[in-house]
C-alpha cells in the first residue's frame, strides 16, 4: 500500500470519527448541518465522497458506519471503517485526489494559550520549574 493511502486514512479518521459520532448512521445520506462542527461535517463529505465514486462498494462501507456508529469506542469497529477507506482509496487514483483536495494541507497546527502552556505535535516528559530552586 502506498505510503499516501496510508497518510490520506490517517488525516480522513478523525473527520470521518467525528462524523460517525455527530450523524451516526445517517451519515452516508445526511446533508450539511450547521449544527454540527465543520470536523464532522467534512468527515460527513469524505464518506459521501467514497459512496459516491464506489456505488459497488456501499454494503461494505455502510455496514462499518453502522458498527462504528453502535460503538464509537470499539477500536476493531473504526480500524473496520478504515480499512474500508484504504480500498476505495487503493481501487481509485480520482478518489485519492478529491480526498487530498478536501483534506486541510498545510500541515498541522498546534496552539497553546495561556499561563503554563504547552504545545506540541508529540510530546514525552515535560518538567517546569519557573525559574524556582529548592522544595516546597
Same mark, same amino acid.
Request: proline share 3%; hydrophobic share 45%; charged share 25%.
Given at each position: 500500500?502506498?505510503?499516501?493511502?496510508?497518510?490520506?486514512?490517517?488525516?480522513?479518521?478523525?473527520?470521518?470519527?467525528?462524523?460517525?459520532?455527530?450523524?451516526?448512521?445517517?451519515v452516508l445520506?445526511?446533508?450539511?448541518?450547521?449544527?454540527?462542527?465543520?470536523? !464532522?461535517?467534512?468527515? $460527513?463529505?469524505? +464518506?459521501?465522497?467514497? %459512496? /459516491?465514486?464506489?456505488?459497488?462498494?456501499? @454494503? *461494505? =462501507?455502510? #455496514?462499518?458506519?453502522?458498527?462504528?456508529?453502535?460503538?464509537?469506542?470499539?477500536?476493531?469497529? !473504526?480500524?473496520?471503517? $478504515?480499512?474500508? +477507506?484504504?480500498?476505495? %482509496? /487503493?481501487?481509485?487514483?480520482?478518489?485519492? @485526489? *478529491? =480526498?487530498? #483536495?478536501?483534506?486541510?494541507?498545510?500541515?498541522?497546527?498546534?496552539?497553546?494559550?495561556?499561563?503554563?502552556?504547552i504545545a506540541?505535535?508529540?510530546?514525552?516528559?515535560?518538567?517546569?520549574?519557573?525559574?524556582?530552586?529548592?522544595?516546597?
Amino acid at each position: 500500500m502506498s505510503a499516501e493511502i496510508v497518510q490520506l486514512v490517517e488525516q480522513a479518521g478523525p473527520y470521518v470519527a467525528s462524523a460517525v459520532g455527530a450523524y451516526g448512521t445517517a451519515v452516508l445520506t445526511r446533508a450539511e448541518d450547521a449544527a454540527v462542527d465543520a470536523t !464532522a461535517n467534512l468527515g $460527513r463529505r469524505i +464518506l459521501q465522497a467514497v %459512496l /459516491r465514486r464506489r456505488p459497488g462498494q456501499a @454494503a *461494505e =462501507l455502510e #455496514g462499518a458506519v453502522d458498527d462504528a456508529a453502535a460503538d464509537p469506542d470499539d477500536a476493531d469497529a !473504526a480500524a473496520a471503517l $478504515r480499512q474500508q +477507506l484504504k480500498r476505495a %482509496l /487503493r481501487e481509485d487514483a480520482e478518489l485519492r @485526489a *478529491e =480526498l487530498a #483536495g478536501l483534506l486541510p494541507s498545510g500541515g498541522i497546527t498546534i496552539t497553546a494559550s495561556g499561563e503554563r502552556s504547552i504545545a506540541a505535535y508529540r510530546i514525552g516528559t515535560v518538567n517546569i520549574d519557573n525559574g524556582r530552586s529548592g522544595t516546597r
